[in-house]
């Protein structure tokens, strides 16, 4: 009887403990490195995930496209190859058009602006990532877009000839109408480009700017605060539906406070990011009006030629937001 007993509670034990480690762990993958303030922001949001659920929820953050390679993160939360990760909006622009919007130069080049396109068009984001069997879990935007180059920006023709980096369809469009060379370069490429001469102007963050020590390749900085685009975290729609009811809301609630946390971080790296860059010797400026004027004209152009692209959806959340 004594060895029945002993036998019993060995089992109960053992049952506990294959219960507390069946935890959920998820790979998520982002393509940008630990120094960016996206980065880090999601470790802080795995981090909240997993004192919420008491470890039993735990998300594995996969940074600098160590993991997936950044256009083919998309395709992998879709696919299930991991159930979550972070994308640049703007990448998926020849996927539709909507996810270009935020990318558009001059459109929204403040915070304030950025905030309101976003809750503009948030909806219509949604949708798209949804006929994918995808869900928007947040979105965090990157500081006002400035413009890197090896020499001084005084007018548009300095842009004329020059391989000058792309991230994004949008982007490609813009180098042309620059009559520039639009390159493909991602983040974590960026100083073997410039360092081979594969590109030699590029038009990105401040963040960008100093994770990828932007001072050792260029000389200048042109602050135009061109625009202010986002990255999203997204999360497939089946391994979301999986998750208990209490590890769903301990996900959400984490979004919540990483989309919050994050506009906030963003904000702050502007101005501490822009500083960063003089102090390593990089000549900051503001553009001239001249060549305000002229990039605006530009701006407005292909506005233009995203509302026809766009359709009746298009022009409606831009009159929206206008």
Not at 47 to 67: N, P, Q, R, W, Y
Not at 106 to 111: R, S, V
Not at 124 to 143: F, H, I, Q, R
Request: hydrophobic share 45%.
């Amino acid at each position: 009887m004594k060895l029945f007993f002993r036998i019993a509670a060995l089992t109960v034990v053992a049952i506990t403990s294959a219960t507390s480690t069946a935890a959920t762990r998820w790979d998520m993958t982002t393509p940008y490195v630990d120094a960016t303030h996206h980065t880090q922001n999601i470790r802080q949001f795995a981090e909240d995930v997993k004192m919420a659920t008491d470890g039993e929820f735990e998300i594995i953050v996969h940074a600098g496209a160590s993991l997936i390679k950044h256009k083919e993160i998309a395709r992998a939360v879709r696919t299930q190859q991991v159930p979550i990760g972070e994308v640049f909006i703007g990448i998926l622009g020849n996927d539709d058009p909507i996810y270009k919007l935020d990318n558009l130069p001059f459109l929204a080049t403040n915070f304030a602006q950025a905030k309101k396109l976003y809750e503009v068009s948030k909806s219509a984001l949604e949708a798209k990532l949804n006929k994918d069997g995808l869900m928007l879990l947040y979105s965090v935007p990157w500081p006002p877009q400035g413009i890197y180059s090896k020499e001084p920006l005084t007018n548009m023709e300095n842009f004329k000839g020059a391989k000058l980096r792309a991230y994004s369809s949008t982007l490609s469009r813009l180098a042309v109408l620059l009559d520039a060379s639009p390159t493909t370069v991602q983040t974590v490429e960026i100083p073997q480009a410039f360092s081979t001469g594969i590109i030699d102007m590029m038009i990105t963050s401040p963040t960008t700017g100093v994770s990828s020590q932007s001072w050792d390749y260029v000389n200048n900085y042109t602050d135009a605060q061109a625009w202010i685009p986002k990255n999203m975290v997204i999360v497939n729609k089946r391994a979301f539906k999986r998750l208990d009811k209490s590890l769903q809301q301990a996900l959400l609630t984490a979004a919540a406070a990483a989309e919050s946390r994050g506009w906030e971080m963003a904000i702050s790296e502007t101005q501490s990011k822009t500083q960063e860059l003089a102090e390593h010797g990089m000549n900051v400026v503001l553009p001239s009006a001249e060549l305000m004027t002229a990039l605006k004209a530009v701006g407005d152009k292909m506005a233009q030629e995203w509302a026809e692209e766009a359709g009746k959806e298009g022009k409606a959340l831009l009159a929206e937001y206008q």
